[in-house]
Nanobody
Framework: QVQLVESGGGLVQAGGSLRLSCAAS????????MGWYRQAPGHARELVAT???????NYADSVKGRFTIFRDNAKNTVYLQMNSLKPEDTAVYSC???????????????WGQGTQVTVSS
């Protein structure tokens, strides 16, 4: 079984910064792409940023220049550095990863439980 655990969410004032972490644990052979998603009340879940196993990244237009996704493969951890936070960034942020648990099987997608980020005006 694979588990993703996020941390780093909280309450911050507009203009502040937070760093989210997502650590994968369990039986892991390798991890392909990892990403961060968010969902605000009354809104659909949206992709925030993704990063491939090779380090290629992409971002939602709304966070370009403010957020940075990076990963530490040795720790099976992906991070989201969020700077210049705005009230509209308020949402539950969830981590997603495509994990291969054995060399002889295809991988599966896993989700973390989510962490709340609240940005006050």
């Amino acid at each position: 079984q694979v588990q993703l655990v996020e941390s780093g969410g909280g309450l911050v004032q507009a203009g502040g910064s937070l760093r989210l972490s997502c650590a994968a644990s369990g039986v892991i052979f390798s991890i392909n792409a990892m990403g961060w998603y968010r969902q605000a009340p009354g809104h659909a879940r949206e992709l925030v940023a993704t990063i491939t196993s090779a380090g290629s990244t992409n971002y939602a237009d709304s966070v370009k220049g403010r957020f940075t996704i990076f990963r530490d493969n040795a720790k099976n951890t992906v991070y989201l550095q969020m700077n210049s936070l705005k009230p509209e960034d308020t949402a539950v942020y969830s981590c997603n990863a495509h994990v291969i648990t054995t060399r002889w099987r295809n991988g599966d997608y896993y989700w973390g439980q989510g962490t709340q980020v609240t940005v006050s005006s």
